[in-house]
């Protein structure tokens, strides 16, 4: 099919989005079976994109009796989010509820698009009664603060427990906080691997599941749920940070492998309690379009969204975004405080270009319609920016080659996006800076 056939399908197709009703807009290309929905973005510090995420969720919650928002953040860092939403916490202000949130990039999480969505979500569950919605995380970068959380829980409920974690976990102290130091030595038998301590804690953990999780109903069940989640982190993210240096597409596996197994254990702990196990997904493009549909699944990249389409098939749908120009907050260098990029015009070939040039600016499209799956078949150029924004080199740093139909149920497209506003100004300058490291997501 030609470009201008296609753009034809395009302005046939497309939903435009108004600004007052996006969230229910969004709503109509969500199969009604599904109960998981996964919420990609192209880049993890534009606006537009965490506006129009929130609004789907809040429709989702609202009409559809979604209960879980599962994240692309540390789990212990969320878990203090989702004691604030359900009322288990005293702190006044929602900003303070995100202070756990001290890894770069915080701004990722510390803006003001997700203090307004968890003020909504506290007064949601305020009026919820049992069936409070739950905000949780999916990643595995919180080694040390969660071996920290396992070892407080068991200091309350099995202190000679305790005591035996303590030691388990002094394997990691040489290197003190720094993770990755350990991961380079580990990797190269310069530091013995403290594998066998962190399986042997989460088993050690597990086999006493039944006593720690029934000594007071569903407190006691939920206390034992964080506490074993927290030591799968510890046990997941020694493995993450040792493959870090092997090179390849080991470690990216690892970590999206990882968040599938949390995403399975969310939808089983809520069905065993009883609560909503249907669970809206916030993540990067990357790790949520169906990467066999992708470039790096043809390099042996695995994914988020591959894995859960494979296990909740149609259950399972997959909402992606676009963005043609624009700003966008990111930082020139990893562990930098962020700056205000400016976002340069999508390549010719990709789909944000075909996208810009359909002339509709702000829109979704269901791409499960056969003949909007024919048009846009591909493949295609595609554009991923994460934390980390290199213009200087857009080809080779932010492009892969994509076909879109079968990464996504659908595509949100907003033609010029503007930067997401974190909460400290220090956190981010308003200047254009030269990129000199590899994208993040």
């Given at each position: 099919?030609?470009?201008e056939?296609?753009?034809?399908?395009?302005?046939?197709?497309?939903?435009?989005?108004?600004?007052?009703?996006?969230?229910?807009?969004?709503?109509?290309?969500?199969?009604?079976?599904?109960?998981?929905?996964?919420?990609?973005?192209?880049?993890?510090?534009?606006?537009?994109?965490?506006?129009?995420?929130?609004?789907?969720?809040?429709?989702?919650?609202?009409?559809?009796?979604?209960?879980?928002?599962?994240?692309?953040?540390?789990?212990?860092?969320?878990?203090?989010?989702?004691?604030?939403?359900?009322?288990?916490?005293?702190?006044?202000?929602?900003?303070?509820?995100?202070?756990d949130?001290?890894?770069?990039?915080?701004?990722?999480?510390?803006?003001?698009?997700v203090?307004?969505?968890?003020?909504?979500?506290?007064?949601?569950?305020?009026?919820?009664?049992?069936?409070?919605?739950?905000?949780?995380?999916?990643?595995?970068?919180?080694?040390?603060?969660?071996?920290?959380?396992?070892?407080?829980?068991?200091?309350?409920?099995?202190?000679?427990?305790?005591?035996?974690?303590?030691?388990?976990?002094?394997?990691?102290?040489?290197?003190?906080?720094?993770?990755?130091?350990?991961?380079?030595?580990?990797?190269?038998?310069?530091?013995?691997?403290?594998?066998?301590e962190?399986?042997?804690?989460?088993?050690?953990?597990?086999?006493?599941?039944?006593?720690?999780?029934?000594?007071?109903?569903?407190?006691?069940d939920?206390?034992?749920?964080?506490?074993?989640?927290n030591?799968?982190?510890?046990?997941?993210?020694?493995?993450?940070?040792?493959?870090?240096?092997?090179?390849?597409?080991?470690?990216?596996?690892?970590?999206?492998?990882?968040?599938?197994?949390?995403?399975?254990?969310?939808?089983?702990?809520?069905?065993?309690?009883?609560?909503?196990?249907?669970?809206?997904?916030?993540?990067?493009?990357?790790?949520?379009?169906?990467?066999?549909?992708?470039?790096?699944g043809?390099?042996?990249e695995?994914?988020?969204?591959q894995?859960?389409?494979?296990?909740?098939?149609?259950?399972?749908?997959?909402?992606?975004?676009?963005?043609?120009?624009?700003?966008?907050?990111?930082?020139?260098?990893?562990?930098?405080?962020?700056?205000?990029?400016?976002?340069?015009?999508?390549?010719?070939?990709?789909?944000?270009?075909?996208?810009?040039?359909?002339?509709?600016?702000?829109?979704?499209?269901?791409?499960?319609?056969?003949?909007?799956?024919?048009?846009?078949?591909?493949?295609?150029?595609?554009?991923?920016?994460?934390?980390?924004?290199?213009?200087?080199?857009?080809?080779?740093?932010?492009?892969?080659?994509?076909?879109?139909?079968?990464?996504?149920?659908?595509?949100?497209?907003?033609?010029?996006?503007?930067?997401?506003?974190?909460?400290?100004?220090?956190g981010?300058?308003?200047?254009?800076?030269?990129?000199?490291?590899?994208?993040?997501?």
């Amino acid at each position: 099919m030609s470009d201008e056939a296609t753009l034809e399908v395009i302005r046939q197709h497309a939903r435009r989005l108004d600004d007052g009703d996006a969230g229910y807009q969004l709503l109509e290309v969500v199969a009604p079976q599904a109960s998981v929905v996964l919420i990609g973005e192209a880049t993890h510090g534009t606006y537009e994109f965490y506006r129009y995420r929130a609004d789907l969720t809040r429709a989702l919650i609202e009409q559809r009796g979604f209960g879980i928002v599962a994240v692309e953040a540390d789990w212990p860092d969320a878990y203090r989010v989702n004691r604030w939403v359900r009322g288990l916490r005293t702190e006044a202000f929602a900003e303070e509820a995100l202070d756990d949130f001290t890894r770069f990039p915080r701004w990722m999480w510390r803006n003001h698009e997700v203090v307004r969505f968890i003020r909504w979500l506290r007064d949601w569950n305020d009026r919820a009664g049992d069936a409070k919605i739950a905000f949780l995380g999916l990643d595995l970068y919180s080694l040390h603060r969660s071996m920290a959380q396992v070892v407080e829980y068991l200091d309350r409920v099995d202190p000679a427990a305790a005591r035996r974690a303590r030691q388990g976990y002094a394997c990691f102290d040489a290197f003190g906080d720094d993770v990755q130091s350990y991961g380079f030595a580990a990797s190269l038998n310069m530091q013995r691997s403290c594998e066998d301590e962190a399986v042997t804690q989460l088993v050690d953990l597990q086999r006493r599941a039944a006593e720690y999780a029934s000594r007071d109903g569903h407190i006691a069940d939920d206390d034992y749920f964080v506490a074993e989640q927290n030591a799968r982190v510890v046990r997941n993210a020694e493995v993450y940070y040792r493959a870090m240096f092997r090179g390849g597409v080991e470690s990216w596996n690892i970590r999206d492998e990882h968040m599938m197994a949390t995403l399975e254990t969310l939808v089983d702990h809520a069905t065993r309690s009883g609560r909503s196990a249907k669970t809206i997904v916030w993540a990067h493009n990357s790790h949520l379009g169906d990467a066999r549909a992708t470039s790096m699944g043809d390099s042996g990249e695995l994914n988020l969204g591959q894995l859960a389409k494979e296990r909740f098939g149609d259950a399972c749908c997959a909402i992606g975004m676009t963005t043609h120009e624009g700003e966008v907050t990111a930082t020139h260098e990893w562990d930098e405080p962020a700056a205000l990029r400016t976002v340069q015009p999508s390549l010719r070939g990709s789909y944000e270009r075909l996208f810009h040039d359909s002339g509709v600016s702000t829109f979704v499209l269901p791409l499960d319609e056969a003949v909007v799956a024919s048009a846009l078949a591909g493949p295609r150029r595609e554009r991923a920016i994460g934390v980390i924004y290199r213009p200087e080199t857009e080809r080779a740093s932010h492009y892969f080659a994509a076909r879109l139909p079968q990464q996504f149920s659908a595509v949100v497209h907003v033609d010029r996006t503007h930067a997401l506003e974190p909460l400290e100004r220090w956190g981010r300058h308003d200047i254009d800076l030269p990129e000199t490291y590899p994208t993040g997501v």
